[in-house]
Each structure stands twice: as structure tokens, then as C-alpha cells.
């Protein structure tokens, strides 16, 4: 049976459902939130990792406009700094989706697709590889933004080739590629075809991207980059065009650090709600002590000691944690799998599965129990000061005071100048008489303010961020061309074309 002290927790937690399940909530939320942070980092920190080394993923990429064979490959790859490389070719074609609108794609023809060994695409469903005259999808480009919406295996789509030939072709399966950038940020979809499609397609058997492993130091993003240099220097000099270069981070996705930023960000807004919980906490016991003043007086008249009297406060703030950590951790568990599957659907990954990270959950559980143990020092060892007398005559927890500070002088010299009611005055007066009480409760509102400031003031600066780098750009078209053309005759021709505001060329070299 419970001894009587205990029976007395129980049953204030009991008799106040209201007060209790706001203070179990508070607490909740702000563990709840790191929780999910934390373990949504884990999940992916276990599974990108894993899912991008799946593909082999090349140290280095070049683009080019002119075309190469298979001569230039193997010598690329007789360089000493390479251990291996491989060439393909990306042709940006259209296609008609079904309500008939156009929309772009990336055709990738891989020469072998059974003999990949860097950037290695994935057969999902359907055939694999892709059959003659039919192409394979990416599977996050089957998106209704790309026109991809709705088509499924066996679906005939209207392709037009660069050089204006429509084909026929059979959408024969789906592929996973993690090496491309997502479809939806590249703003086409991917399509994967053969070489004797290719050349179906009115295109040359020829490369025109070069993917490579380097033989040593592939951590050294240095090294990386010379080496990538070099390639590019070894195929100008047999004639090649280069675009550009591109090496990758390396040892990890290129989207490591987004996802590092926004736990970084998501984490920091978990924080300050674990914060504002404990100073909910804080006011919440304040309160509970300041209404059981004549409850820990008469205890100490019959003889409790301060300690047994604290001991039993930190047991119902305890139970506060305990009960909260009970909400936390399950939910905390469903939101880090729900901002995982955000995660894995943006990067286009999949995951192995959920389980609790016990780590995790052990620090959920601490937060639950020291945090408001913290935060109830200062209120509980306050009240258990009281004095019997105190108590009994209800003076209670820290007299309030009014008339000394600036602030009070400051409210009584007001009066003076503006014509303040009796009521009003009574007003300010319990206002600032506890200037302890009023200072948390300030903090409180503050807090919460600033947690809603910042989530809606990162947003704006997002969206701000992002209008300013399309303002950048501020076109609506580009074309690339394979090969050079007069800059007059471009623009002669494509300002003739009605709704063209205005036209700009550029040139580049390497």
C-alpha cells in the first residue's frame, strides 16, 4: 500500500487531468521533436551511405558536345591515375504525354547494361535492359509534373529525336539510377535506351560522357580534381569539345550536406521547444506550489522534513518526465520514419526498414526525465523554504512587494501625468508585485514567439533565397547546340518566332 505522501502525488495528478496532460504535452513536444530529428538522421545516415555505394558512383564526370568512341576510352582508362572508366551517351529529346502537351527527356544509352561497373543502374520492374526500340524509365520520373503521370509498362510514347525524327517507342520498365540529380530538380525526366536504339533514333553510336574511378586517393578531393583535369586535358587534345567537369563529393551523396543543414535547422527548432517546455514546467510547479502553500505547511507541522517535502515534488515531476517520455518516444519513432521517407523520396533511395535506434531512445528518455528535473529546482527548493507561520497565514511563497523598484516608481509617477482608474492601478500593481512570476511568463511568450518567428522567418528566407537565384537566370528557354553556329543568325532567327520577348547567345570554350 502507498504511503500517504505518495497517495498525495497520485491524486494530484489525478484530480487536475487538465493541468497534468498540459504538462505531459509540453514536455512531449520538445522531446518528441529532437527525438525525431535524431532518429530520422540515423535512418539515413544508415541507408544513403549504403544505397549510394550500391552504384558504384563514378569520382568524376565529363560532359562534352562533340562525340568520341571506344579508341578514346581505352585511353582514358590506360591513364595511371584511373582504375576505370566508361562512356555513354545523353541525348535531350521531347515526347508527347497523354493529353498531348510536349515535354523533355534525357535519354541515356548505356552500351552494355550488363557490364556496368560505375554509376550502376538498377533494373526495378519490367525488362531489363531495355529492349530494341523501347526505353526504360527512371522510376522518380514518373511524375505527372514531368508528363510521366500515369503511364505504365506497355505504353507507346511519341518521341521527337534532336534531328526533328518522331519514333514510336514502348515504355518497356522501370530502372533505379541514384547517380543522376533528381528528376524533379532537373526539370525532365530520364529515359534509358541501347545503343541500337540510339542509332534508330537517328543519333551516332558515339559517347559523349565520360565516367571514371580513380586508381588511388579517391577521399582527396584535390586529387579528384587534377585527375579530372587531366581526362578533360586528354580529350581536347584528340579534339573532344568539353563542357565542363564535374567531380562530386567524395565519400559521401552529393546531398549530404542538405540533409546536414536541415537536421541542423530542424534540430535547433527541437531545442528551443524543449526550452519553452521547461519554463512551461517552471510556471506550471510555481503555480502548483503557490496553491498548496497551507498543504506543505501543515506537513511540516506534523513533522515532514524540507528534504522528504522536496523528495516528493521531484517524484510527481518525474512522474511528469516518465509519462511524457511514454508519448514521446513512439511518436518521436513515427515522425523520424515519416522525415526519413521525405528524405529517401527526395533523394531517391529506398529504406531498409524501421526499428527504434536504442540510443535514441535513451536520450529521449534522459531529456524526459532530467530536463524537468532541472527545471523544477528552482521553483520546488523555493516552496519547501516556507516557513509554518508562512504557511498557515498565507503569505506564502515570497511576499510580493510593490512600491520600491523603478518600475513600480515608474507605474506610481504615471498616474500623475495620465488619468489612471483605482481599478487600473490595482491592476499594475498585482501586475508587477511578483516580478519573478511576471519575468516567466514574459520568457514563456517570448520563446514561443520566437520558435514561430523563426520557423515562418525561414521560410520566407527560403522562398526569398530561391526567387533570387531564378531572378539570376530570368529566362524561360535554353538551347544547346553540338555544334558552333553565327551568333547574328541564331538570334535573326529565333526573335522571328512569335511570343520571343528577346534572345541571348553565348559561347564557351575550354
Known amino acids: 500500500m502507498l504511503a500517504p505522501r505518495w497517495r498525495k502525488v497520485v491524486r494530484d495528478l489525478w484530480s487536475n487531468k487538465t493541468r497534468t496532460i498540459l504538462v505531459l504535452l509540453s514536455i512531449a513536444v520538445g522531446v518528441t521533436a529532437i527525438g525525431m530529428v535524431l532518429g530520422a538522421q540515423g535512418i539515413v545516415d544508415r541507408n544513403l551511405p549504403a544505397a549510394y555505394a550500391a552504384v558504384h558512383p563514378s569520382d568524376g564526370l565529363i560532359f562534352c558536345i562533340t562525340t568520341f568512341d571506344d579508341d578514346m576510352i581505352k585511353t582514358i582508362e590506360a591513364m595511371p591515375e584511373i582504375e576505370s572508366a566508361e562512356g555513354r551517351r545523353f541525348v535531350n529529346v521531347r515526347f508527347l504525354d497523354q493529353t498531348g502537351n510536349w515535354y523533355n527527356m534525357q535519354l541515356n544509352a548505356i552500351p552494355n547494361y550488363d557490364e556496368m561497373d560505375i554509376n550502376i543502374v538498377y533494373g526495378e ?97 584535390d586529387h579528384l580534381n587534377a585527375v579530372a583535369k587531366a581526362v578533360q586535358r586528354k580529350l581536347e587534345r584528340a579534339g573532344v569539345t568539353v563542357i565542363f567537369a564535374l567531380v562530386p ?20 527548432i527541437g531545442v528551443l521547444s524543449l526550452a519553452l517546455s521547461m519554463f512551461l514546467i517552471v510556471n506550471t510547479l510555481s503555480a502548483i506550489m503557490a496553491q498548496q502553500v497551507r498543504q506543505i505547511g501543515i506537513m511540516k507541522a506534523i513533522g515532514a522534513k524540507g528534504m522528504q517535502i522536496t523528495r516528493m515534488y521531484f517524484v510527481m515531476v518525474l512522474l511528469f518526465g516518465g509519462l511524457s517520455g511514454l508519448i514521446a518516444v513512439p511518436l518521436a519513432g513515427l515522425g523520424a520514419l515519416g522525415l526519413a521517407s521525405f528524405f529517401a523520396g527526395f533523394l531517391n533511395f529506398d529504406l531498409d526498414g524501421f526499428h527504434l535506434d536504442p540510443q535514441v531512445v535513451l536520450i529521449q528518455v534522459a531529456i524526459a526525465l532530467i530536463v524537468p528535473t532541472l527545471a523544477a529546482l528552482w521553483p520546488t527548493f523555493r516552496g519547501v523554504r516556507v516557513t509554518v507561520r508562512e504557511a498557515i497565514s498565507e503569505y506564502g511563497l515570497g511576499r510580493g512587494q510593490f512600491g ?44 514561443a514567439s520566437v520558435i514561430f518567428i523563426s520557423i515562418f522567418s525561414i521560410r520566407a528566407s527560403l522562398q526569398q533565397t530561391l526567387n533570387d537565384v531564378l531572378n539570376l537566370f530570368d529566362y524561360d528557354v535554353q538551347i544547346i547546340f553540338d555544334r558552333a553556329y553565327r551568333v547574328q543568325r541564331i538570334q535573326d532567327e529565333v526573335i522571328l518566332i512569335p511570343g520571343v520577348e528577346a534572345v541571348e547567345t553565348w559561347g564557351f570554350g575550354t
Open 249 to 268: 563529393p567524395p565519400g559521401e551523396h552529393p546531398a549530404q550536406n542538405f540533409i546536414d543543414t536541415l537536421s541542423l535547422v530542424l534540430g535547433a
Open 125 to 221: 520492374t519490367g525488362e531489363f535492359p531495355p529492349p530494341h526500340q523501347s526505353l526504360l524509365i527512371e522510376r522518380a520520373s514518373l511524375s505527372p509534373s514531368l508528363g510521366l503521370g500515369g503511364v505504365e509498362i506497355g505504353d507507346m510514347l511519341t518521341v521527337e529525336a534532336p534531328n526533328g525524327k518522331q519514333r514510336q517507342m514502348r515504355m518497356a520498365g522501370t530502372v533505379h539510377d541514384m547517380s543522376q540529380l533528381p528528376a524533379f530538380l532537373n526539370g525532365s525526366g530520364y529515359g534509358y535506351i541501347n545503343f541500337d536504339t540510339l542509332e534508330w533514333l537517328g543519333e551516332p553510336r558515339d559517347y559523349n560522357q565520360v565516367v571514371f574511378r580513380v586508381a588511388e586517393q579517391r577521399d582527396d578531393a
Open 404 to 447: 520600491s523598484g523603478f518600475l513600480d516608481r515608474f507605474f506610481i509617477g504615471l498616474r500623475r501625468i495620465l488619468p489612471i482608474g483605482r481599478p487600473m492601478q490595482i491592476s499594475l500593481r498585482n501586475t508587477f508585485r511578483r516580478k519573478a512570476r511576471l519575468s516567466l511568463t514574459l520568457i514563456t511568450l517570448s520563446l
